[in-house]
């Protein structure tokens, strides 16, 4: 069975800094990429950060040069390092596996403050 675990964020003030992590299980976890995704309210869920099963990396605009992806084959986790944090980060947060969405997790909570 699939399961996604997000866990991480918090209320934080902007110009600060949280990690997520995502514990994944159910799949073999190193032939996958893997996303974060986040939703702010009102808002459509988007892609922000994905890494390959090689480590390749991608970002969004509204996101580069501040977060970065990275994962732990062994431990089967994905973490999103948010540097510089901005109110307009504000959002829950998933993540995911690509191509073709597993079930998705409770996700996680980011909060920043001006």
């Known amino acids: 069975q699939v399961q996604l675990v997000e866990s991480g964020g918090g209320l934080v003030q902007a110009g600060g800094s949280l990690r997520l992590s995502c514990a994944a299980s159910?799949?073999?976890?190193?032939?996958?990429?893997m996303a974060w995704l986040r939703q702010a309210p009102g808002k459509q869920r988007e892609i922000i950060a994905q890494?390959?099963?090689?480590?390749?990396?991608r970002y969004a605009d509204s996101v580069k040069g501040r977060f970065t992806i990275s994962r732990d084959n062994a431990k089967k986790t994905v973490y999103l390092q948010m540097n510089s944090l901005k109110p307009e980060d504000t959002a829950w947060y998933y993540c995911?596996?690509?191509?073709?969405?597993?079930?998705w997790g409770m996700g996680t909570q980011v909060t920043v403050t001006v």
């Open positions: 995911n596996r690509l191509p073709g969405y597993a079930p």
């Open positions: 890494i390959s099963s090689s480590s390749t990396t």
């Open positions: 159910g799949f073999i976890f190193s032939d996958w990429d």
